[in-house]
């Protein structure tokens, strides 16, 4: 069995990692840029990364590692890894790639942002910035739990093992691109970004809006009071959405140290 390091490691990688690829599309950092940016880590099974192909700005995420990319960050350890996305220091990967500088930039630009965004305790005063940050932590949660569960930990590995075919959703009154949804199936997990429309999933986590979402991913608002004031609609029996949130929490307890 994984221990804690390691499942930090997995989620960093996996679920908060790829998150770049929204920020830097929404803020323009890539803009006109092409080439290829890995980010990897030397783990104790050996090396694992991924990478993002940029094609005039436009990002195409890819897990696993490049024979050649234009630019790269290596982690030589894990714990300068996991600290890194903890906030737990300022020292840097190895780089390569100086000879693009526009991608390193574009590149410590988006890590940067990311960063702020995901660290933020109080809610962004402007629409945009809100929608975007409720987007990447549902896309990260639902990512989150699916990694978990194939990575074995116990606890989701079991419900996940034990569940028929079954889609758990987020969604965002009036906000149809801020969703996210995880199938179980017999052990087997799939996380995808926005509405599942072929069938009524069956348990919905819904917010009334973007405050109310935020009240919830931010840790700032009470549960059951927001529920009693219809801005957290749970849609499916309770104890479903009780095990879903548990499964929230475990996510945040690895990628927030």
Known sequence: MMDDAMYAS?????????????????????????????????????????????????????????????ASLHFARQQHFNDFFLGKTKKMPKIQGFGKPGLLIATFRTLLKMASLLAAKTPPADEPTKELVVRLYLYLLSRGISRLNRLGH????????????????????????????????AGKSKAARGLYTRSQPFFTM????????????????????????????LEGAPEFGAKIGDFMQLVGSYIQG
């Open 206 to 233: 819904r917010f009334a809006d973007l405050d109310s979402a935020l009240s919830i991913l931010l840790q700032t608002g009470d549960f059951l009071t927001l529920t009693a004031e219809k801005r957290l609609i």
């Open 10 to 70: 997995q989620l960093f990688l996996y679920a908060v990692i790829p998150l770049m690829k929204e920020i830097g599309e929404q803020y323009g950092y890539f803009r006109g840029k092409s080439g290829v940016v890995q980010l990897s880590v030397n783990l104790p099974d050996g090396v694992e990364g991924l990478h993002f192909v940029l094609e005039d700005g436009a990002v195409t995420t890819v897990l696993g590692l490049h024979e050649q990319p234009d």
């Open 154 to 185: 116990p606890s989701v590995r079991e419900w996940a093992t034990k569940s028929p075919d079954r889609v758990y959703a987020w969604r965002v009154e009036g906000h149809p691109d801020t969703a996210a949804y995880l199938r179980v199936k």
